[in-house]
């Protein structure tokens, strides 16, 4: 699983996420997401994202308009929105494009990296392939919660960083995303990205 070294980290600038979301949620992929949790830093490659984007995004948060809820999703590029869902679960998205224009990408799963015994105390369970292989997952074991909101990325405490890693185009499938079947039309949109034949997605 290798050995986390500041050598090998590379953080990924704001500016990174100050881009057409679709583009963000494809490039993320590959890209390590990384949490200091205590004294430890938390990390996995991002194997699946999901795109929304705009108050016409049926699917999006921000369809409603601008509310307590989904002001973060109104704030500038690289903002962590933070949401708790279904009364269970936090969910971690990093907002894109132009501030006011309502956009993210949710991480959906992630692949363990560093500090997986530390996830799997955070998640109680020994599966690794079970850690952080759906958005809900992603946040309990890399303790990610509603505390985290707003912050903007790169921070001292949550961070995506580039490790030279490249997925190759027909490497990256495209799929409608999942949950969203509400959203009529937008439900359709292939607007979920992951990598090919990792094991480690939330779903096919």
């Known amino acids: 699983m290798g050995i986390y ?3 090998s ?3 990924i ?7 057409p979301t679709l583009t963000v949620a494809r490039d993320l992929l590959g890209k390590y997401l990384a949490v200091k949790h205590g004294r430890e830093i938390l990390s996995g490659k991002i194997v699946e994202t999901e795109a929304y984007r705009g108050e016409d995004d049926l699917a999006c948060h921000a369809s409603k308009g601008r509310t307590s809820r989904t002001e973060t999703l109104y704030q500038k590029a690289g903002t962590v929105y933070v ?3 279904y009364g269970m679960y936090h969910c971690l998205n990093i907002v894109t494009e132009e501030k006011n224009f309502p956009s993210a990408v949710l991480i959906r799963a992630v692949e363990p990296s560093e500090g997986i015994e530390c996830m ?3 998640r109680k369970t020994a599966a690794l392939h079970n850690l952080a292989s759906g958005p809900g997952k992603v946040c309990e ?3 990610i919660t509603k505390k985290m909101n707003g912050v903007v990325i790169p ?3 949550i961070w995506v960083e580039d490790r030279g890693e490249t997925v190759k185009k027909k490497d990256i499938v495209k799929a409608p995303r ?7 039309a937008c439900a359709r949109y292939p607007w979920r990205f992951y990598i090919k034949n990792n094991e480690f997605i939330s779903k096919k």
């Open 83 to 85: 949401y708790f869902v």
């Open 120 to 122: 799997k105390k955070n």
């Open 178 to 184: 999942v949950g969203v079947a509400y959203a009529g």
């Open 13 to 19: 600038p704001q500016s990174f996420f100050r881009r």
């Open 155 to 157: 921070s001292t405490h």
């Open 141 to 143: 074991a890399f303790g």
């Open 5 to 7: 070294t500041e050598i």
């Open 9 to 11: 980290m590379k953080k």
